[in-house]
């Protein structure tokens, strides 16, 4: 006779409409009565199993209703159609993420026999390389819902809040079997013991790895990171397949140039000519057509190439190194380059930049070039240069008095404007590149290796009148300066002062200057 865990566990499934659930239970339960020795009871429960498999209706995603309640704020719910022949991968790559569905399509056999089916994989590689669309296709192939982890609603500054917010999740695990998807995952999973480790993610690391170990569900946990260096080694072992994904070969840009533009191209198109110009290129940047972006940037400036154009990985503290030449003004660009912005945010006479992973240490540099940059950057650009220029962007941080409809909850333009005069972008960079701010948002960042938007907008900047400001500004100006001259110069007396300047505007006392630099 069955023990009551398993029929209760097979009457809840049944009651939730789980249907996966359902049959991997009740194929438990016939593994359980042919170990007693019940051979005949163990294959009339198999035949029973596999003629509902076959039933029309079944194998369709499991019919749940959206997260309520906290989970409704730290999981988002889709249910994908990707299958694996829409993705274009590497031989190796295809056949670990083709056995993880066929292991999970035959779980029961493989529970049968005292083993575990894949379920807790790591998948690592470039941005744009695959990764998230993994997640949905094996969504799609097993029929179950994606439930997206969202990371601004699972981390919080309270101690010990973001551990409940894991562990309600690792508890729905259990209860709705899905994909449950955590992108971006070395916010929480970075090595404990870095230089700008925060308390109370090494807190939430230390949750995630105990239960991630001590999880029995049926339900997939997928985590993704362009990062992988900087995970925990612990992490490691604790899923059950680590998949490296790269940027592709000629062969598989060729390949996926050739199943998205056949229909529409001319005879004779040598697809391995077009690969050969899109080398260096994610999957994503050739999906979305961006293939004829390979000779957009040039390292020399001429009648096409006009606008600068910098990322990440060309950016120090206060200056970028090197900068190169973006086509500009042509069919193809600016309306190739996607980004989540606005021209003008470009146009501005003066701005900070940013990069967006920074490490250990904030990096932060002055921009009076115009230049347009990547997604790996972030801008800080004053309201009263904005002045005048409306869009849907601007309207969801702030609204002019007569723009409509009306927003009461939202700050007024004008006041902005008004206030955002009262400061220097360069006593900005100054503040933001001190060490007074990187002790400050290594204490409030929400990840060890990135510094988001929201991370910079805590940072809270000394209100102080423009004489004030100008000894600062009068220090970034020679560190730019010296910068300017000789990129490697040596800048740290300047940058000393700047410190020293700044910690008086925050009103630090000597002992409280002196924690902040032996952090350095």
């Known amino acids: 006779m069955a023990s009551a865990d398993p029929l209760k566990a097979l009457l809840k499934s049944h009651m939730e409409g789980d249907d996966q659930r359902f049959f991997s239970v009740a194929m438990q339960l016939a593994a359980h009565e042919a170990k007693l020795g019940h051979g005949q009871l163990a294959e009339e429960l198999r035949a029973l199993i596999d003629e509902a498999k076959r039933r029309p209706g079944t194998g369709q995603p499991t019919p749940i209703s959206r997260p309520r309640g906290e989970l409704a704020n730290l999981l988002t719910v889709s249910y994908p159609k990707s299958r694996l022949t829409d993705m274009v991968l590497d031989d190796a790559l295809a056949q670990q993420i083709h056995r993880v569905i066929r292991e999970q399509r035959h779980a029961a056999r493989i529970l049968e026999h005292g083993l575990s089916p894949r379920r807790k994989l790591l998948l690592v590689g470039p941005p744009g390389t695959g ?73 939430v690391l230390n949750s995630f790895l105990q239960m991630i170990e001590q999880d029995q569900s049926h339900s997939l946990i997928v985590a993704t990171t362009n990062h992988a260096e900087f995970l925990d080694h612990a992490l490691f072992r604790r899923f059950d397949d680590v998949l490296r994904y790269e940027l592709p070969a000629e062969a598989q840009i060729a390949a996926l140039l050739r199943a998205r533009l056949l229909r529409f191209s001319a005879k004779g198109v040598s697809w391995k000519r077009l690969a050969g110009s899109a080398a260096g290129l994610s999957y994503a940047e050739v999906a979305k057509g961006l293939f004829v972006a390979s000779d957009l940037v040039s390292q020399r400036m001429d009648k096409d190439h006009s606008k600068r154009y910098i990322e990440a990985k060309d950016v120090s503290r206060w200056t970028y190194k090197q900068y190169r030449w973006l086509e500009w003004g042509t069919d193809r660009s600016p309306r190739l380059l996607t980004r989540p912005t606005f021209e003008q945010l470009y146009e501005v006479f003066e701005k900070v930049v940013a990069a967006d992973v920074s490490g250990a240490e904030n990096r932060a540099a002055y921009d009076d070039k115009c230049v347009f940059y990547s997604h790996t950057l972030i801008s800080f650009v004053p309201w009263h240069m904005l002045a005048g220029v409306r869009n849907n962007s601007l309207k969801k941080s702030a609204r002019y008095r007569d723009e409509r409809p009306p927003r009461p909850d939202l700050p007024k333009r004008e006041d902005l404007e008004a206030t955002s005069r009262r400061f220097s972008v360069k006593y900005l960079l100054g503040v933001m590149n001190s060490s007074a701010a990187r002790d400050f948002l290594r204490a409030n960042r929400r990840s060890n290796i990135h510094l988001y938007p929201d991370d910079w907008k805590k940072l809270p900047i000394p209100d102080v009148s423009a004489d004030e400001q100008s000894k600062i500004v009068a220090l970034v100006d020679h560190i730019l300066a010296a910068k300017k001259q000789n990129p490697n110069a040596n800048i740290s007396a300047f940058e000393r002062e700047a410190d020293r300047l700044v910690y008086g505007l925050y009103g630090l006392t000597e002992e409280e200057i002196a924690i902040v630099e032996s952090k350095s």
């Open 131 to 203: 990764k998230t669309l993994t997640a949905s296709v094996l969504g799609g192939e097993l029929g179950i819902p994606l439930f997206q982890v969202r990371l601004d609603g699972l981390i919080t500054k309270y101690m010990g809040e973001t551990a409940a917010k894991l562990r309600q999740i690792f508890e729905a695990t259990g209860q709705t079997r899905g994909i449950y998807f955590f992108d971006e995952f070395d916010a929480i999973g970075s090595q404990r013991g870095l230089t700008n480790d925060v308390g109370e993610i090494r807190r």
